[in-house]
């Protein structure tokens, strides 16, 4: 099997340390921070107090650091957030532009785990099992540029984003600044509780009791679908239609791969294997 590397040129680290690091994030992120060590990294998000989305996370263990993996465009605006419930803790969070962004790491069997997995990585780097999904296959986060050098001498080679695009596109995987956007979208409506972001079991966070509400009664009436292109071509924001009916619209788009927020209701009555249409496009859902 191939393996490759995807640098993720839109992601930036940011760096949590002091004793309250912990317990700080714990009454901030969705997903619950005492499961990351040596052993495990997480996916969280942070949320306004209604509920929407803010910014996404992915939370390692690196000695007495936290790390964080967020979105390197509204980097500036995580940290102003995260100083503003910083208050007296005993912590500093800084942006580690000591660290490079990201790696994700694909096609690699010895990488291969549960979800969130550490594994162990040489050159100062820690790689970890996308907490999402584990056909997104590892991330790593590291300082050192020595981390390219031993890719490449185990025999990895450099493939462009738009490949990390078509891998997360298929297996629906919804993107801050796409599918996540700030203040509208709410977690459940992106499936992010399917996608390990979340944990119903810990105490409270910033965003929580519409989260828990909304689970519980069951009550979401659009959502992210995965779709397959099957025939004429589509973009990003055309409307979706079924039996004249408008249901929605397209967020992302990779070659014959799409992911649609849909009405519920609706989609629910469309028939198996029924065709849809969007631009000049006839898709169908897939599981």
Do not use: W
């Not at 998000?45 to 989305?53: D, E, N, R, V």
């Not at 990585?121 to 790593?140: C, N, Q, V, W, Y």
């Not at 796409?178 to 992010?192: D, G, M, R």
């Amino acid at each position: 099997m191939d393996k490759f590397y995807i640098p993720l040129e839109n992601r930036a680290i940011i760096s949590v340390t002091g004793d309250d690091r912990k317990n700080f994030l714990q009454g901030i992120i969705s997903n619950d921070v005492n499961k990351v060590d040596a052993k495990n990294a997480i996916y969280a998000l942070i949320l306004t107090p209604q509920g929407k989305f803010l910014f996404d996370v992915f939370v390692a263990e690196i000695g007495d650091m936290l790390l964080l993996d967020a979105e390197k465009s509204r980097s500036a605006e995580l940290l102003k957030k995260l100083s503003m419930y910083k208050l007296k803790s005993q912590l500093e969070i800084l942006e580690a532009t000591d660290y490079q962004p990201p790696i994700a790491l694909l096609g690699a069997d010895s990488l291969k785990g549960n979800p969130g997995e550490v594994k162990a990585f040489a050159a100062d780097g820690i790689a970890f099992i996308d907490p999402r999904d584990a056909a997104l296959g590892s991330r790593i986060i590291g300082k050192s540029e020595k981390i390219l050098e031993l890719l490449e001498r185990e025999g990895y080679t450099k493939k462009p984003y738009e490949l990390y695009e078509e891998v997360r596109v298929a297996r629906g995987i919804p993107a801050a600044g796409i599918e996540l956007v700030p203040e509208k979208s709410f977690p459940l409506q992106n499936n992010l509780d399917e996608l390990h972001a979340i944990d119903f079991d810990k105490g409270c966070y910033v965003g929580q009791e519409v989260t828990a509400r909304t689970k519980y009664r069951g009550v979401v009436r659009r959502k992210l679908y995965k779709l397959e292109i099957v025939a004429g071509t589509s973009a990003s924001d055309n409307v979706v239609m079924f039996a004249g009916n408008q249901i929605g619209e397209i967020k992302s788009i990779a070659g014959k791969r799409a992911i649609g927020l849909l009405e519920v209701e609706e989609t629910e009555k469309i028939p198996s294997g029924a065709v849809i249409n969007a631009g000049t496009a006839q898709l169908k859902i897939t599981s």
